[in-house]
């Protein structure tokens, strides 16, 4: 079984996803973690050097790499993956399960204010500037994020109750 989870950075995919996989006994591979290890650089040193646009297509060349491996697991994608080069058509039709883990713009911006410098899309930004920045990029996404096949709303519940909710609707 291979189990898609997406959403806006901060939701939880990551965490979730190594929890889920555990559950279920397969691997779990970060997407950002897995470009990372392919291209021998962080995805801020990619930006950095290269641009957002370079980074865009690497990532949809390693996205169809791991799903075009057939091995079994839950992946954990950026949040913009499902949003550039058809990789959300791609993952809809070579996962068995996309789930997007929706939380609310608030809940978004207090957790991405921890780790804010580590993330290229949003580092440069006044902490204050976080939810009009994030409501903007849910805006642009929605439409994106809608297509999964299971929408969780994720704000409130802990990693192991959505893991119990992400087993029920995949089952």
């Known amino acids: 079984m291979r189990i898609a989870l997406v959403g806006y950075m901060g939701s939880g995919k990551s965490t979730v996803g190594r929890l889920l996989a555990e559950r279920l006994g397969v691997p779990f591979t970060d997407l950002d973690d897995y470009i990372v290890s392919r291209l021998g650089k962080s995805i801020p040193e990619v930006f950095a050097e290269k641009g957002e646009i370079y980074f865009r297509q690497q990532e949809h060349r390693l996205l169809k790499e791991w799903l075009q491996s057939g091995e079994s697991g839950v992946l954990a994608v950026g949040g913009g993956t499902p949003c550039y080069a058809g990789n959300m058509e791609l993952l809809l039709a070579q996962a068995d399960a996309v789930c997007y883990l929706q939380v609310a713009v608030p809940e978004l911006a207090r957790r991405l204010r921890k780790g804010q410098e580590s993330r290229p899309l949003i580092a440069h930004l006044d902490p204050s500037e976080l939810p009009d920045f994030i409501g903007k990029h849910l805006f642009e996404r929605a ?28 089952a």
Do not use: K, N
């Open 143 to 170: 439409p994106f994020y809608a297509q999964a096949m299971h929408v969780l709303p994720a704000g409130t519940m802990a990693p192991e109750e959505l893991v119990d909710r992400i087993l029920e609707v995949v």
